[in-house]
C-alpha cells in the first residue's frame, strides 16, 4: 500500500511540476487556441496608469500583438509595419494593441522610434503573458536586456512573437504564433485574414 500511495505521490507532483515549469524554449510554449479567450490583467500604459485588458478589448475588435521589446530590431520593424497597415486595420474597424515586457518609460522610446500611434502596453511582470502561454526562459545572453529594458521588473522571461484577432468578447478569432521570431506575420497575410473575419 505504501509503495502505490510513494507511486501516486510522485506521478502526482511530476504533474504539477510540468504545469508550473517554465518553458525552456520558444518551441516548448502552449499558447491558448483559436476559440478559447483571451484572459484579463492590468497592465501598464505608456503614461505608466493601470489599463484593464478586457476593458480595451470590449471597445473594438483587436489585432492584438505581443512582441519582446522596443530593443529587438525584428519587433521594431513589426510594429512600424502596423503602424504603416494602422489606417488600413481601422478602416475594416479593428485597433491594434501590442504588448511587451518593456517598462512604461520604454514603450514612449519605442513609440517616437517607430512612429506608433496605437497602443502599446506593458506586462513587465508577464501576467498576460503567462496567461496567454506564449513565455518561455530566456536564454543567458538575453537576460540582462530585458531586465534593463523592464526596470528590474522581468529578469527570465521572454513572449514568442504572437498575434491574435479577437473579437469585443476577446475570443480568439485568428492566432500567428512563431517560435522563429525573426518570422513575423506579413501585412498582406494579416489585412486578408481581417477582411477574411469581416465577410
Known sequence: MKKILLIFLTALTSAVYSQNAVPVSAT???????????????????????????????????????????????????LQALAEAEKEIIDLGYQIIAISPDSPENLKITKDKDKVKYTLLSDSKGELIK??????????????IINVHS????????????????????????????????????KELLMSVLKTLNK
Request: a neutral charge; one cysteine or more.
Open 28 to 78: 516548448d510554449i502552449s499558447p491558448l487556441l483559436i476559440g478559447e479567450k483571451i484572459p484579463n490583467a492590468v497592465l501598464k500604459t505608456s503614461e505608466n496608469t493601470d489599463v484593464n485588458v478586457l476593458e480595451l478589448l470590449k471597445k473594438k475588435k483587436t489585432v492584438l500583438v505581443f512582441y519582446r521589446g522596443g530593443w529587438c530590431p525584428y519587433c521594431n520593424m513589426h
Open 131 to 144: 496567461a496567454v502561454g506564449i513565455y518561455y526562459q530566456a536564454p543567458e545572453n538575453y537576460k540582462e
Open 151 to 186: 526596470n528590474g521588473i522581468n529578469t527570465s522571461l521572454l513572449p514568442v512573437p504572437s498575434v491574435f484577432v479577437v473579437n469585443t468578447q476577446a475570443d480568439i478569432l485568428f492566432e500567428y504564433i512563431s517560435p522563429d521570431f525573426k518570422q513575423r506575420i506579413s
